[in-house]
């Protein structure tokens, strides 16, 4: 047998065992601004640590770009791009670096070592905060509406401001609820991890010869079995034979329940008609008057 392929062959439990183990050479945390991250760094190897999105700004001490200055540390990062990668340049170096994303400040913690970390990868997480959580009032609502309005705009020229939304686009191929006479399509959908809150973009086109008035905020939201109503909406309440219009709905939890939505999760819109009101036609002079008590 040739040498190289028993020698391949010898090496592939050796990488089943470390697959299969946890590796400690790569880390994964939540995003927390109230915490610090003690990153351990070699001289031999990198450490990349990795943002859900772009980080906006680096701050460290004893920091060098190209290994020539002097510094403790070799940092690399290209702008735009949501990591970095460190490299210690002397024994027992220690500094701190600190990384703006979404308009937060991380910091860390780096200290040479001979066990370094490989990876750090940080994912958004709820917010967590000694201070109670802010109250979704219709002002921040129509907060997230708006954002979802301007989404492509943010992405382009403040992506910080946008970097834990999470994203859906159905543009090519909308989620269709087919009710009959009316349809609601959703093209877009938008999840606020931060306030567990999830905006829909709606298509609804009225598909009868007669006029479709519903009530915006009574518009049901059904994941399976669940029923979900808006919390807030940015529809008209009525539509003319064979139009449509488009607009937005927001659903949020409850101030004491998480409604655990996913972009994932299977949608579907059903419209609350309103009555047609009952108008009197009849001619006044056909009215009898009624008889007078005797």
Request: net charge negative; proline share 8%; hydrophobic share 40%.
């Amino acid at each position: 047998m040739n040498r190289s392929v028993r020698l391949l062959l010898l090496s592939i439990p050796i990488s089943a065992i470390s697959a299969s183990g946890v590796e400690p050479r790569v880390q994964d945390f939540a995003l927390d601004d109230h915490t610090v991250y003690s990153v351990p760094v070699s001289a031999t190897r990198v450490t990349t640590i990795s943002f859900p999105s772009p980080v906006t700004a680096i701050d460290g001490a004893l920091l060098t770009l190209d290994g020539k200055t002097s510094g403790l540390f070799q940092i690399a990062h290209a702008k735009g791009t949501a990591f970095l990668s460190l490299r210690a340049l002397s024994k027992d170096a220690a500094t701190n670096l600190n990384v703006r994303w979404n308009n937060r400040t991380y910091a860390f913690e780096l200290h040479e070592s001979a066990e370094p970390w490989y990876s750090v990868v940080l994912r958004s997480g709820p917010e967590t905060s000694n201070r109670a959580p802010r109250p979704l009032t219709p002002a921040r609502l129509l907060g997230l509406i708006d954002k979802a309005k301007a989404f492509a705009l943010l992405q382009k020229q403040q992506p910080e401001a946008i970097a834990d939304v999470e994203y859906a686009d159905h543009r090519d191929k909308p989620i269709v609820s087919d009710c009959g006479d009316y349809q609601v399509r959703m093209t877009e959908v938008f999840r606020f991890p931060e306030n567990d809150a999830i905006v829909f973009h709606l298509v609804i086109e009225n598909r009868s010869d007669k006029p479709l008035d519903f009530t915006p905020e009574k518009l049901e939201v059904r994941v399976g079995d669940r029923l979900f109503n808006p919390s807030l909406t940015d529809l008209v309440s009525g539509i003319a034979p064979h139009e449509s219009t488009i607009g937005y709905a927001v659903v949020s939890s409850e101030p004491d329940a998480h409604n655990n939505l996913s972009l994932k999760n299977d949608f579907t819109f059903v419209l609350s008609r309103r009555e047609p009101s009952v108008e009197n036609t009849a001619d006044p002079k056909d009215i009898e008057p009624a008889p007078l008590p005797q």
